[in-house]
């Protein structure tokens, strides 16, 4: 964790912190009072006014006072077990009867934290489960006899990421002696974006706010400031990457221009300016380091192509690694369909196969297309002068490295399929140059796409056999492998033997992510060539597969699906000139699952299902905690503020422009380091 000021203190000027506290604190990575200060509240309870106890599911998460009136405590078999209490609402109507349910499966030392007669805050989202009101694993505090601490209730408290070993009213004692016993100089901040600042009431007003109005001013200073050092080290990596001597390519074009002479269609505007975007990089002498981020089905793959030609025509040699056996072979043969009669070597290197086009006898391959494979089975390259990166989120940031470091200051071309909104870009690739593929190809069939809610069985069946009967084929996606006992939703193994026999007269096929990677390789290619009609699947075939023929895509229980993971579904289908059908399938019970898959079916543009995704989930959810740097933060939720970002970005561009080795702050350059820094995927 890093300290964004420079409080030292130990904490033994905290008096009375007892040791078992301390190795809590430290590994957490907290071993300094700046520390505990930095670690801010993840949610605010109002205990001023609690929520009244509901009278139904539904709705978002709620924070009740109650308390309990009973408890049983009951083991399931084996080491299985729960302990469930009754919580009885007060201070109500004399008659009310209000009650709701808490459990906690497999924690059975909970008997002797939380039992009948104690008086409780309650914190969850509560369901419907065998008639009864339910709140599974609450958060939850024990109200002290007598308590009128004001430090936990009748006032908006804070609720911090949980310390193993350190309970929360404790957590909070310990941050509140820390901001008493506070000297104001000792946070100084590592750049002074707002000159004079009293960063100790600052501090106050995040941990314990007079109010939310108060909060959320002091909490978007900090963002500001947080994400002005995210962008220091982003502007100063790029800066450090520009400064490299690389190589100079693409002067030559004979390559691509009888590429182009040779494609039946013509390239797209956003096709063709990308291009351009590529040309110049190359021929700069500094390395190119651009993201290529398109939507599903907008010709990334063209694009690289152009830029490996211009490679090779340059006498080097280019890599393009993919992130599955599938999509490795899907592009292996697409470059030999297209290049191969261009006189350009291509071959394939996966853990699995390694093949090479007709043209071995000329030499090495100009062109290479594998998995990881390319990074752990010794690949001896001769002149690697290009990388390309497909799906690049999908491999971490030192997988990444390894396969440049094969070359020397080699062009890198990164490409998603996974649109992102402004501001994230700038966050997370803001050491990239950008081209944005924001046009689809002429000549695809339209694709509708339709919410259904509970459709008989026997519907569904009839127009998937329409669509058969016309020669066409089918994914039907499921959310599960396998049948589970704690997740109410169909499997694709199950539902497979079901589909063989309702569709008798066509092949089905099964595809998902525990079988062989042979086995999965096999099927994929019967069903690439038609062999196979149908394929019952997971979400396996999000990426990288591409069948013009199929033109449904049926997915059960929707719901369950990210907005992100239902897009890049929906572009499996629509890649031929047949019209396509996605069918949304859910049990319409979420009234959140209903907005996700009603934006869906609004719309196809995946820049805008992407700005509803961050709308919808937050930041923290949309990138998950893969993206290295980014799950450090503690502002996350302010990443959708395109203003704050954009603030946060001229600051930063300014400070480099005025002291571009950051001289004059050397905490700040210390930070950043050498140019490797805040490392983001």
Known sequence: MENHWKSTDEWAALEGVPAKDEESLNAVGMRMVGDLLDWFPRRYEDRRHFDAFPAAAGGGAVCLRGMV?????????????????????????????????????????????????????????????????IIDHPEFEVVKEGERNLLHLERIVPVYRNVSGIPQRRLRELVYRCLENLDGASVAPVYELVPGQDRKAALWAVHFPESMEATEAARREFAREEFFILQVNVLWRRKKFRDQSGRSQGQKTALLKEFYESLPFDLTGAQKRSVKEVVADMRDPRPMNRLLQGDVGSGKTFVAMCAMLLAVESGAQAALMAPTQILAEQHYLTFRKWLEPLGVRVALITGAKQESGTLELEGAPQIVIGTHALIYDNVAFENLGLVVIDEQHKFGVSQRGRLIRQGVMPDVLVMTATPIPRTLTLTIYGDLDVSVLDELPAGRGKIVTALRVKPKVSEVG??????????????????????????????????????????????????????????????MAQFRGNEVQVLVATTVVEVGVDVPNANLMIVHNAERFGLAQLHQLRGRIGRGEFKSYCILLTDGKSSEGMEKLEVMERTLDGFK???????????????GTAQSGISDLRFVDYLADTALIREARDLAEGLLREDPELEGWPRLREMVGDGEGLEVS
């Not at 080491?79 to 209000?98: A, M, P, W």
């Not at 497979?496 to 569709?503: D, F, G, M, P, S």
């Open 609 to 623: 299902i992407a700005e509803e995704d961050l709308r919808l989930r937050g930041p923290g959810e949309v990138l």
């Open 69 to 133: 009136i009973d408890s049983i405590k009951k083991r399931l078999g084996g080491k299985r077990s729960f302990y469930e209490i009754v919580v009885e609402e007060q201070g109500g109507n004399i008659l009310s009867t209000n009650t709701i349910v808490c459990r906690w499966f497999n924690m059975p030392f909970l008997h002797r934290m939380v039992a009948a007669g104690h008086e409780v805050i309650l914190y969850g989202k509560p369901k419907e489960a065998g008639g009864r009101l």
């Open 462 to 523: 009839k127009f998937v056999k329409e669509q058969l009967t016309e020669g066409r084929q089918a994914y039907l996606v499921y959310p599960l492998v396998e049948e589970s006992g704690s997740v109410k939703a169909q499997s694709a193994t199950v539902e497979h033997e079901k589909w063989v026999k309702r569709l008798k007269g066509y092949e089905v096929g099964l595809l998902h992510g525990k079988m062989p990677p042979e086995e999965k390789d096999r099927v």
